[in-house]
Each structure stands twice: as structure tokens, then as C-alpha cells.
């Protein structure tokens, strides 16, 4: 693998932990990374506390939206290298088939969209996963991708997701 890099993070509801994902990436892997997001059932909206989790780290929002998966799995669509489940759900689905055959793991991040509680508690469930992901995704911009055999990566990026 060499050059630049196609990465989606999927979700059931595209609606906070991937989009957050998609929005970090494309911030800190400039050039050598290009993040997408997408749901196997997307709510349609994203959750405006993970904008805000984005806006005060710095991270652009423009463009962001919950989308399907089915865009990214359709015939002429976007190549990809690496697909990333960030929520149970996604992980446990039946996944489209993804054209290339990229590097896949389970990112597993608690769903910060489910928390019931003050705005206080909600707002704190967002930042926990952002930081989660911001971790995560400064890892995988740490492994020497293009060096890498295929299966020696693929045991890399999921040791990120257990970390």
C-alpha cells in the first residue's frame, strides 16, 4: 500500500461516533488520508453535540452528514482501503461487500447518542468518545502503512480498535 488513503468508518445511525471519526481524520491525516462516513440505517441528522465536540477541538464540520452505506457499496463508487465498525451494532451486521477488499477492524466506541442524563452527562459521553477515536486515529496515522504487508497491518488496526 502506497500514497493516499480511502478510509470509512461505519455506524448504524451515522450520527456522532463515525462522523466524528470521518471529521478527525480528514483534520489530521491531510494528504495522507481521506475519511468517509456512512450507516447501515442513517438517522438522517447529526447529533449537534458532536459538532460541537468538533467545532472546540478545531476540526471542520463542513460537509458532514449522515448518509448510507449503500453509496459507498453501489457500482463506481469510492475505492476504499480501510473500513472501520465504530459501534456494536455495525459490527454484528451484515455488511456490504466492499470492492477492493480493504483492510477492515472493529472500533468499537461506546454510543455517546444513547446517553440518557443531564445535558452535562451527554456532553461529557461526546467528549469520552471523541477522545476515544482521536486516540485511535492518531495510531493508525502512527503505523508505517505504506511498509506494511497486507496481514501485518490488518493485525495492527485491530489492535488499535482493543486499545
Same mark, same amino acid.
Given at each position: ?5 480511502? &478510509? ?29 462516513? $456512512? ?33 459507498? $457499496? ?11 465498525? &465504530? ?6 451486521? &451484515? ?9 477492515? $477492524?472493529?472500533?468499537? &466506541?461506546?454510543?455517546?447518542? $444513547? ?6 452527562e451527554i456532553a461529557r459521553a461526546f467528549h469520552d468518545a471523541f477522545v476515544v477515536l482521536e486516540r485511535r486515529i492518531s ?7 505504506a511498509s506494511l504487508e497486507k496481514l501485518a497491518l490488518q493485525q495492527e488496526i485491530e489492535k488499535i480498535g482493543r486499545s
Open positions: 500500500m502506497s500514497g493516499s488513503y480511502n &478510509v470509512l468508518f461505519l455506524c448504524t445511525g451515522n450520527s456522532a461516533r463515525s462522523i466524528m471519526a470521518e471529521a478527525v481524520l480528514n483534520h489530521l491525516g491531510q494528504g495522507r488520508f481521506h475519511a468517509y462516513s $456512512a450507516g447501515s440505517h442513517p438517522s438522517g441528522r447529526v447529533r449537534p453535540e458532536a459538532l460541537v465536540e468538533l467545532d472546540s477541538s478545531g476540526i471542520s464540520t463542513v460537509g458532514l452528514r449522515s448518509k448510507s452505506w449503500d453509496e459507498f $457499496a453501489a457500482p463506481g463508487a469510492q475505492h476504499m482501503d480501510f473500513v472501520f465498525t &465504530v459501534c456494536d451494532n455495525a459490527a454484528n451486521e &451484515v455488511c456490504p461487500v466492499w470492492p477492493g477488499h480493504p483492510a477492515t $477492524a472493529h472500533w468499537g &466506541v461506546a454510543d455517546p447518542a $444513547a446517553m440518557q442524563g443531564s445535558a452535562d495510531l493508525l496515522l502512527a503505523l508505517p502503512v
